[in-house]
T-cell receptor, first 112, second 116 residues
């Protein structure tokens, strides 16, 4: 099955700086890569996703890049704000039953 | 985005009792829903795939007789934890794709289960 590796496990940045979280996947057939933000005690919230037919997607301060050859994708958050502090999960689409395989998560802390 | 709700948001029960958790898609129909379990400071682990009108598909290591899943309608899936034990205490989260065959999934707010 699909194996998704996520790094780093924790990330601390100062407000206004950029944050980058990286993920790699093992199944070359994967073609959909969402990113979720999870705040304490809440369910994951979809923040951005990318499909294999594009290399980059941007939504305001958030962007995701995908390198299918290398089988890795990254989340970029610019001009970070304290409210960006949360746990971020990457995932890869598993085509049997449309379930997602998640990375282990990155705890992002943005300090004022 | 699409809205998925869960009820209850948190539940405390005694060891040996059963607990039912509901997952509803509020503004769309979901022929498939997924149930995940998340332990503190860990990632989401898929437990089972709930299929409307047919049996659920369980992941390896998940006991189907302990975690009963019923997907009786296109907007409701239920997870019943039978004979709960303290080790079943966890955060249970459901998700649903907004369209049949779509990869895009939205998650419910989760249910915190504490078994005493």
């Amino acid at each position: 099955g699909e194996n998704v590796e996520q790094h780093p496990s924790t990330l601390s940045v100062q407000e206004g700086d950029s944050a980058v979280i990286k993920c790699t996947y093992s199944d070359s057939a994967s073609n959909y890569f969402p990113w979720y933000k999870q705040e304490l005690g809440k369910g994951p919230q979809l923040i951005i996703d990318i499909r294999s037919n594009v290399g980059e997607k941007k939504d305001q301060r958030i962007a995701v890049t995908l390198n299918k050859t290398a089988k890795h994708f990254s989340l970029h958050i610019t001009e970070t704000q304290p409210e960006d502090s949360a746990v971020y999960f990457c995932a890869a689409y598993q085509d049997s039953g449309y379930a997602l395989n998640f990375g282990k998560g990155t705890s992002l802390l943005v300090t004022p | 985005g699409a809205v998925v709700s869960q009820h209850p948001s948190r539940v405390i029960c005694k060891s040996g009792t059963s607990v039912k958790i509901e997952c509803r898609s509020l503004d769309f129909q979901a022929t498939t829903m997924f149930w995940y379990r998340q332990f503190p400071k860990q990632s989401l682990m898929l437990m089972a795939t709930s299929n409307e009108g047919s049996k659920a598909t369980y992941e390896q290591g998940v006991e189907k007789d302990k975690f009963l899943i019923n997907h009786a309608s296109l907007t409701l899936s239920t997870l019943t934890v039978t004979s709960a034990h303290p080790e079943d205490s966890s955060f249970y989260i459901c998700s649903a794709p907004t369209q049949t065959g779509s990869e895009t999934q939205y998650f419910g707010p989760g249910t915190r289960l504490l078994v005493l």
